[in-house]
């Protein structure tokens, strides 16, 4: 039985590894990607580049950004530091030739940018939308902004998501039928798909008394709900770091459980397989009424988690014992564990599976095909900028494909940039062992 | 010593149990109030009424009922401490009390916490987290005296030695904003150190002194080597002029700190000059220069400025931001305060609680009158006589000489002032007498390297909160006015507790090294 998974593993990867790349569709994609390629073991220079990445948007001019990439190409130590970069280590690299720098470093890190973030607003980017619509893959949104320390940036932010789902609402309903991505097994799907974080809904996040930011998130989750409702839009809940877990869930469950949204909206939340805990959060998500007990099912996202060394370095500076696991392998079992769960679901839930991993990846199509389950059951999710060449390969096999495709300016986005560069060029990450290991490697089961 | 030390575990707070098992505690510690500190000499434990310390946040509440120690009872330590035998002690029988001590500390930990709560104030999580301070204290000296060695130059036919003496009797005088572990870390240094001590806790905090003092005693230290002296500042004052007493461990204010100075050597009859251990007060700054990430600089300050009201000797009280992003900051700034939560530090989602006693209060609402006008935000106070209102103030708009930039306040109210740039706001800094700690939110590395070199303080965070140092990872004390110059939990610590003596010996003996 395990062996034929495995054989069945092994077939799908091969299929989804085998598309053609779209990167000649984005010179800037492919030429990023090289860069980034470049700094692989090179620990030293990768940090001083992300940190430079994300200071470069609050440099006042290029002098000033000059003179950081300077300091931070200066602290590299005995690694190999690009020939672009060499004159910046000598004597000359003052006045213009800082300007001469930082004018360069602006586009590039713009250039960077703009793989993974789809433009500065919702309208900005419904081209981008709807191209990638027609071209067979739906998309869930994401606000990038700075973090919420106030009551008036969580208002703002809260104007921030009605107005895009406003817009997404109107722009989406022009599109032509796309019979994959419009209906699942459960029957419609909403086109408009936004996720939003709910610390930024919020100024009061305080792991320490969660009902206190609960209390606050529902202010606005309310009428954020009513209107999803009355757009027949989709809201997604990202799950962020451990500290805000209860209280979002806290907030998502005591505004559900209200009578009134029991039929709509559409809405989801996300599991992450690197929580030590994760099975018994998808327990609680599953056996939660006001989350499950509804005429529109949830979608449940499955991701690993974006936070593992924010988690590990909390953790290690308090004495405290990791929330997360302390292992890839680990997270990796365990998302295939909460994948077969998930899909075991499906009846009452909407999985969507949103890894760049092929071999989860493989694992979670292999794995309904032996279930019986259709196609359509089951929904991939990626990144933009990430996985955009899976995406196609996903799309291949036939099965829905959603798009996770941030918006927002440079400087509120680069907390998101440098997160998603990490993980790009991160060791244990699948992103860059594929550069390096043979598929069978690659594709060996985690337990 | 690094490798073999590791600092004790803060509790999960944000773990639903562990919330429970302190509520727990403080119902059982509620269930016992009024505590009945003992006045403690030679191990002998006197108790009598007509003093009191109150729950800050519910003065109606009695935390402690006692009698403050005479000067005939701290005579009477004085004397059991000169001729106490725990000088001549092993050192390494010293060492073992300290570490029991930690170990029974720990096991504690949940009760001593509820009563830092409700004797000083002080939130759960800040609670919590002097506890832990307290026990690595312990842990940190112990280890410490252990490795205390110095190797000097030997040649053939002489053999040196450095060896560290006892002192003779110490006196610890303490403050009530760390009420459990500065005065502990300051006796269990001079302890292990071989000096009996004579502890007098702070008038607001005698139940947190009396648990350590029992602590102390219960894990072996000799009865006449630690006498407990609850008392106000008359009998500071007696031991401070006392010409018997060795050495001087203080924390508290400038004031009394300058005081201390001036008063250890008038009496007639001194011995030998005292050595003075002085952790002042500050007066910390802040920097924020134009490429500062706001959203890691604004709730850093904010708990810097406003943890547990301001009352920590390392809190923020002035940022200096670089004109190119003082508006936003000074708007987001605005916002964290304005919904700052006020309220009893027994409720988890407190974060400022009520100040300490209606002295501090009268004194904060002093400065606060000063900044009538110029005020950016304020928080909503609670209700109940010692809660006050929060504040941000634009120093721009305030007199030049105004005492609100120069004094510390020990409440919640952080100035903002804008520069042109970082060298006018290192200028600012170093015009200020004190020098304890100081901030930089800066992300150019070369920068910040200049503007450490330039800043005088004793304690220099970059990127973080300026507050919250931690044993054995950032030794706590100050420069200027801030202190006499000592690095609390750092690797020198305790060498200011001992006397040095060198010995050379002469091994040739008939010409033949032998
Ligand atoms: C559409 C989409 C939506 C997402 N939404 C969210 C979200 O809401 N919240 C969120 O947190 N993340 C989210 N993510 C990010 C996701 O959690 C992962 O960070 C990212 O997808 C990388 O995981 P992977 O399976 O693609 O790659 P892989 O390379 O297979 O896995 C990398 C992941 O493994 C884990 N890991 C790394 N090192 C270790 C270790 N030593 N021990 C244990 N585990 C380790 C980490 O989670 C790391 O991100 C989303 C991802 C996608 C594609």
Same mark, same amino acid.
């Given at each position: ?60 001019? &290029? ?139 919020? &100024? ?244 | ?85 725990w000088p001549l002690r092993p050192p390494e029988k010293r060492v073992a009390v300290l570490e029991r ?40 000296y112990a280890l410490s005296a252990r490795r205390l ?15 560290l ?26 302890l292990v150190m071989g ?24 894990a072996g ?5 630690? %006498? ?20 001087? %461990? ?35 700054? *802040? ?48 916002? %964290? ?122 304690? *220099?965070? *970059? ?52």
């Amino acid at each position: 039985m395990e062996a034929a998974l495995e054989t069945r593993i092994r077939e799908l990867a091969e299929e989804l590894s085998r598309t053609e790349p779209v990167t000649w569709r984005r010179p800037a994609v492919a030429l990023g990607r090289r860069q980034l390629g470049s700094l692989d073991g090179r620990p030293a220079l990768r940090s001083a580049l992300f940190r430079f990445v994300d200071a470069a948007p609050a440099c006042r001019g &290029p002098f000033d950004r000059g003179a950081h990439l300077r300091a931070f190409v200066r602290e590299v130590d005995g690694e190999r530091v690009p020939l672009a970069l060499r004159p910046l280590r000598g004597p000359a690299a003052v006045g213009p030739l800082l300007a001469a720098y930082g004018l360069a470093s602006g586009p590039a890190t713009a250039l960077l940018a703009r793989q993974f973030i789809a433009g500065r607003d919702v309208k900005d980017a419904t081209r981008t939308l709807r191209a990638m619509w027609r071209h067979g893959q739906a998309f869930a949104l994401d606000l990038l902004g700075e973090s919420t320390v106030s009551e008036a940036e969580a208002q703002a932010y809260f104007k921030r998501c009605a107005e895009t789902l406003r817009v997404l609402a109107d722009a989406a309903r022009e599109w032509p039928e796309q019979p994959l991505l419009d209906a699942d097994h459960h029957g419609r799907l909403a086109r408009a798909n936004l996720s939003i974080k709910l610390t930024a809904l919020t &100024p009061l996040l305080r792991p320490l008394a969660p009902e206190r930011g609960a209390a606050d998130a529902a202010r606005r989750l309310w009428p954020l709900l009513q209107l999803a409702r009355e757009l027949g839009a989709h809201v997604h809940l990202d799950m962020e770091d451990y500290d805000s877990r209860e209280t979002l869930l806290l907030a998502f469950e005591g505004v559900l459980a209200s009578e009134e949204f029991r039929e709509a909206p559409s809405v989801g939340v996300v599991v992450q397989a690197y929580l030590r805990d994760a099975d018994e959060t998808l327990e609680r998500i599953l056996s939660s009424p006001s989350l499950t007990q509804r005429a529109i099912p949830p979608t449940i996202r499955l991701v690993k988690g974006a936070y593992w060394d924010h988690e590990s370095v909390i953790a290690g500076q308090r004495g405290w014992q990791a929330p997360v696991w302390a292992e890839k392998r680990e997270s990796d079992a365990c998302f295939e564990r909460l994948t077969r769960r998930l899909i075991d679901a499906r009846d009452s839930v909407r999985p969507a599976i949103a890894t760049h991993n092929l071999r989860s990846l493989a694992h979670a199509i292999a794995y309904l095909e032996r279930c019986g389950g259709e196609r359509r059951e089951l929904e991939l999710q990626v990144l933009r900028g990430l996985g955009d060449d899976l995406a196609e390969g996903i799309s291949r096999l036939g099965y829905r494909v959603r798009i996770y495709t941030p918006i927002g300016d440079l400087v509120a986005g680069m907390a998101y940039l440098v997160r998603r560069l990490l993980e790009n060029s991160s060791n244990e990450g699948f992103l860059l062992r594929q550069r390096h290991q043979s598929l069978d490697e690659l594709l060996r089961p985690p337990a | 010593m690094n490798e073999d030390f590791r600092n004790h575990p803060l509790l999960e707070l944000r773990l639903p149990e562990v919330r429970e098992e302190l509520l727990g505690a403080m119902a059982a510690l509620d269930r016992e109030l009024p505590l009945r500190p003992a006045t403690i000499v030679g191990g002998t434990e006197s108790r009598g009424d007509g003093e009191r310390s109150t729950d800050p946040c519910d003065p109606a509440r009695e935390v402690a009922t006692l009698e403050w120690a005479g000067i005939d009872a701290a005579e009477r330590a004085l004397e059991l401490a000169l001729a106490a035998r725990w000088p001549l002690r092993p050192p390494e029988k010293r060492v073992a009390v300290l570490e029991r001590a930690a170990g029974r500390l720990a096991e504690r930990r949940h009760r001593m916490t509820a009563l830092i709560v409700r004797e000083v104030g002080k939130p759960w999580e800040d609670a919590d987290a002097e506890v832990c301070e307290a026990i690595d204290f312990l842990r940190y000296y112990a280890l410490s005296a252990r490795r205390l060695h110095d190797d000097l130059i030997q040649v053939p036919g002489e053999r040196n030695e450095l060896r560290l003496r006892p002192r003779g009797p110490a006196a610890v005088i303490s403050p009530w904003n760390f009420p459990l572990s500065i005065p502990l870390g300051m006796t269990s240094a001079a302890l292990v150190m071989g000096s009996p001590v004579l502890f007098k806790p702070a008038e607001q905090s005698p139940a947190c002194g009396w648990e350590i003092a029992r602590l102390l005693l219960a894990a072996g230290v000799d009865q006449d080597a630690l %006498a407990y002296l609850p008392a106000g500042g008359d009998l500071g004052r007696w031991l401070v002029a006392e010409p018997r007493i060795a050495t001087i %461990a203080f924390t508290g204010s400038v004031a009394v700190g300058l005081e201390i100075q001036r008063r250890a050597h008038e009496s007639d009859g001194q011995r030998q000059i005292k050595r003075i251990v002085a952790e002042l007060g500050g007066k910390n700054c *802040v920097l924020v220069d134009s490429d500062v990430d706001l959203d890691e600089a604004v709730p850093a300050i904010v708990r810097s400025a406003y943890g547990y009201g301001g009352q920590k000797c390392s809190a923020a009280a002035r940022t200096l931001v670089h004109q190119g992003v003082a508006d936003r900051f000074a708007e987001r700034l605005s916002g %964290a305060v304005e919904i700052l939560r006020v309220g009893p530090a027994d409720d988890f989602a407190t974060e400022v609680p009520a100040l300490i006693d209606p002295g501090a209060v009268s004194k904060f609402n002093r400065y606060a009158e000063l900044c009538t006008g110029a005020e950016l935000a304020r928080a909503q106070p609670a209700a109940g006589p010692q809660y006050v209102s929060p504040l941000l103030v634009d120093a721009g708009r305030l007199p030049d000489d105004t005492p609100v930039v120069r004094e510390e306040i020990f409440g919640p109210l952080l100035t903002l002032e804008r520069v042109r740039d970082m060298d006018q706001a290192i200028g600012r800094v170093r015009d200020l007498p004190q020098a304890l700690t100081a901030g930089i939110f800066s992300r150019q590395p070369d920068r910040i390297d200049e503007l450490i070199e330039r800043l005088p303080t004793g304690v *220099v965070y *970059v990127d973080r909160a300026i507050t919250g140092a931690i044993v054995g990872r950032q030794p706590f004390g100050g420069n200027g006015l801030s202190g006499t110059g000592a690095r609390a939990a750092g690797p020198s610590y305790l060498r200011h507790f001992a006397d040095e003596q060198v010995i050379s010996t002469n091994v040739v003996r008939h010409g033949v090294v032998l």
